[in-house]
């Protein structure tokens, strides 16, 4: 009876393991499926090159790049777990899942090292344009004062009398500060 208990508790225990394994590996794959797409998505954005339309838009791809206010973000952290449960699965598993389990982490790494170089390039770009249309939209709202300015500055009344002057004289100047 003894004996018959132990084999029931070490089959429970195989068992157990046996579970345990096939939950690391369907967690494995799931992880890197989701992380896949991850990097699908980040690729397609990466060729697309796009630097937007205006500061708006290229604020909002700037979001995009980061995940700001995404629940799936894919950071070194995520993928040191990854590479973690990818090394627990090569040691317990059997040679051909070993194999396996070891082609799909080189293939995800390499995806992983090759998307940073290109993320890093596509930021740059990104960076670049964001200066570049901060600077329109300064120039384009210096354009817009400049306008309003000299629609006060046209007009063609000097005053009638010596407190209309000093009104005028008053805007005049007050208009001159606020140029410089």
């Known amino acids: 009876l003894l004996e018959a208990w132990n084999n029931l508790l070490a089959t429970i225990e195989a068992h157990g393991k046996g579970l345990e394994e096939a939950q690391d590996i369907l967690e494995f794959n799931s992880q890197l499926d989701k992380i896949e797409k991850w ?12 630097a937007g339309r205006d500061l708006e838009h290229c604020n909002a791809l700037r979001r995009k790049l980061d995940d700001a206010g995404s629940d799936m973000r894919v950071d070194d952290q995520r993928i040191k777990t990854i590479n973690v449960l990818a090394d627990k699965l090569v040691s317990k598993e059997s040679p051909d899942d070993t194999k ?41 709202d210096t354009k817009e004062r400049i306008a309003e300015k000299s629609l006060v500055m ?18 005049q100047d007050a208009l001159e500060r606020d140029m410089t």
């Not at 290109?118 to 964001?130: I, K, M, P, S, T």
């Open 39 to 50: 990097i699908r998505d980040k690729e397609l954005m990466v060729q697309a090159n796009d």
């Open 100 to 140: 396996n389990v070891q082609q799909k982490r080189t293939h995800f790494n390499a995806r992983w090292r090759q998307l940073q170089g290109a993320v890093n390039v596509y930021r740059q770009l990104l960076d670049g344009a964001y200066e570049i249309h901060v600077f329109y939209a300064a120039v384009d």
């Open 154 to 171: 046209s007009s063609e009344d000097y005053g009638r009398d010596l407190s209309a002057v000093e009104a005028l004289r008053r805007k």
